[in-house]
């Protein structure tokens, strides 16, 4: 029997069932994706230039900063300085990646990235680790959980959240080569290395990365995981469901999800982010307007979180595996 | 590379800054909206860098090696579109369109709408810390353009400007120059019953910037003033252009009322008339 799966290491498709998966999997922050990826990145640019806002260390762009310190500026904890001076060294050509906390970056700085970023639509890349709930132990001041929905609203923007470290370093590639302002998010704990070295990234194209025909489940970032190991648990009873990493939270890979939702009839987001304005809202708008079918939301519901470990601030917020297996149960009782 | 300015003199640069004046109140009295205060208190400033002391080419407002202008202020944006136009990036006729649909004149300026603006601003307290992106990017490509930003005093209030004013000195932008319009007013009333920005010269000097202080309408010593930063080395420059609101049109200098209203036809022929005066 052919495998469902694509592009997923044979690790990680070995281990989906196990009960202690996200033990099993080895895991790196996409934070360090992105220091990676930078490197290579600036090496192939020129016109590159990596800003901080004294958290380089904890980016680990102060790897850049060696390499290149004639391309490295660290603003202090100044994120809007950091924003508007970003617009305006894109309007001479370089490239700046601003680099901090989705936090700081997304609320705090979020006029500058309005007015001064979108609005003449520059060439800044926004490079946003602590994303999500991401944080765990850091509280409530630091889980960036609307982030990907107030970067959604803004006009022209592109967000992108991808799941695991391969993914996030060819995002990084990818956002240098795009003209115009994006939102990369990243995560501040280690999310399992999923995928292979042939993952397709491409900015704006879903990827399914499991194939199915009762249900489709839909994620973004971290929760892409969550959402195989939903799949698994979903296969032992005899359920085929469709996993998609929506990297692309903006623009949304409508085809993609069309013949998704037209294919199974069934349909869950699942998001490490408020319930409001992302992932989950994006496709029951797209699903609304062309082709209604049974849907549920995973997503942090209309409330803050709290500190804890990371994969246990997700399972007591609802988003974790076991909740996306439930959801896609509950979904699948209304499919006619 | 074109040294395009024309070396204006003094008395000339008076002259085209009632032209400007000029524009400014036919603008906005088109508009029926606006902020003719704050564009007349930086009008002999905004003349004396687009006629004199910038290196700008009209015909090319996309010159990578030009001087860089931002009106942080962004509401006083009439100034700068009448400078633009009589320094030709654009036909005067579009003077007309402030603020109407369809317009290459937007409320608050938009560099990829309008020739020969350099930042889209409006949110007050970011053009100058684009202003000093700009600068850092100049440094950091080894290019010699400059950049010339004029912010509000009000505007002083905004947090976002004390991050740039302490950011800049770090880099030792020497090729910034922030030239502040105090004139003392702002959208509520006078700045000091709103929030104190006082003293200025002793804030900024302890932020590590060289300071300049001036009358903001006189012309020989903009020009002076603006010269001066030019070729001060490792320091970025505030010039401190002490600025009258409403300047050149007597019944809205030093009214708070006049930050942001456009006059009506009585006192659209009044104000005219003195403009007039100053041209003829």
């Known amino acids: ?336 | 590379m074109i040294e395009s300015n024309p070396s204006r003199s003094i008395l000339e640069l008076q002259r085209t800054a009632a032209q400007v004046r000029k524009d400014i109140l036919l603008m906005i009295y088109e508009a029926q909206a606006g902020h003719p205060g704050g564009s007349f208190s930086a009008a002999d400033i905004v003349t004396a860098l687009y006629f004199r002391v910038m290196r700008i080419d009209p015909q090319n407002p996309g010159w990578a090696d030009r001087d860089r202008f931002i009106l942080s202020k962004g509401h006083a944006c009439p100034v700068w579109y009448a400078a633009l136009a009589n320094r030709g990036y654009f036909e005067r006729s579009h003077l007309y369109t402030l603020r109407k649909l369809n317009s290459l004149l937007q409320g608050h300026a938009d560099m990829k709408k309008t020739p020969g603006v350099d930042m889209t601003v409006g949110s007050l307290g970011q053009g100058i810390c684009a202003g000093l992106g700009m600068a850092l990017a100049a440094k950091q490509q080894g290019k010699d353009f400059r950049v010339w930003v004029v912010l509000g005093d009000g505007e002083m209030q905004e947090g976002s400007v004390w991050e740039a004013a302490m950011a800049a000195p770090k880099w030792k932008l020497d090729n910034l120059t922030v030239i502040l319009d105090k004139n003392r007013i702002q959208n509520d009333d006078f700045v000091e019953a709103t929030m104190p920005v006082d003293p200025v010269p002793e804030k900024w000097q302890a932020f590590n910037w060289h300071t300049i202080e001036i009358d903001g309408h006189d012309m020989a010593q903009i020009v002076a003033a603006l010269e001066a930063a030019r070729a001060f080395k490792g320091k970025p420059t505030l010039i401190i252009a002490n600025t009258i609101k409403g300047k050149g049109v007597s019944f809205m200098e030093n009214v708070p009322a006049w930050h942001g209203k456009a006059p009506d036809a009585q006192q659209y022929q009044l104000a005219l008339a003195e403009l007039d005066k100053e041209l003829a």
């Open chain 1, 1 to 336: 029997m052919n495998s469902p799966y694509h592009y997923l290491r044979h690790e990680v498709v070995a281990a989906l069932n196990h009960p202690d998966f996200f033990q099993t999997i080895p895991g790196i922050a996409t934070r360090y994706s992105y220091a990676d990826a930078i490197l290579e990145v600036a090496e192939i640019n020129p016109r590159v230039v990596v800003l901080d806002v004294d958290v380089a260390k904890s980016l680990r762009t102060t790897d850049f900063a060696k390499k290149y310190p004639q391309r490295s500026f660290n603003f202090g904890i100044a994120e809007q300085n950091m924003m508007a001076a970003a617009a305006g060294m894109a309007t001479t050509g370089l490239i700046p990646f601003a680099s901090g906390y989705a936090m700081f970056l997304s609320l705090r700085a979020l006029d500058q990235v309005r007015n001064s970023i979108h609005y003449p639509h520059l060439n800044v890349k926004i490079i946003a680790s602590h994303s999500g709930l991401t944080p765990g132990p850091d509280g409530v001041t630091h889980q960036a959980q609307e982030d990907l929905s107030i970067m959604r609203a803004i006009a022209g923007s592109c967000v992108i959240a991808p799941a695991d470290h391969i993914s996030a370093k060819m995002a990084v590639h990818a956002i240098a080569r795009y003209d115009g302002p994006v939102y990369l998010s990243l995560t501040r704990d280690p999310v399992p290395s999923l995928y292979t070295d042939d993952f397709p990234f491409e900015i704006g194209k879903a990827v399914t990365v499991r194939d199915g025909t009762d249900i489709t489940l839909v994620a973004n970032r971290d929760l892409v995981a969550h959402a195989l190991v939903a799949a698994a648990g979903l296969a032992q009873q005899g359920i085929e469901a469709r996993v998609i990493d929506c990297h692309t939270l903006k623009p949304l890979d409508e085809e993609t999800l069309l013949r998704a939702a037209h294919e199974t009839g069934a349909i869950v987001t699942a998001e490490d982010n408020i319930i409001l304005g992302g992932l989950g809202s994006a496709v029951a708008e797209l699903l609304v307007e062309n082709y209604p079918i049974p849907m549920k939301r995973i997503g942090v519901q209309d409330t803050f979180a709290e500190s804890g470990p990371y994969q246990a601030v997700l399972d007591k917020y609802g988003l974790s595996a076991p909740h996306i297996l439930q959801a896609a149960l509950g979904v699948l009782r209304r499919k006619r």
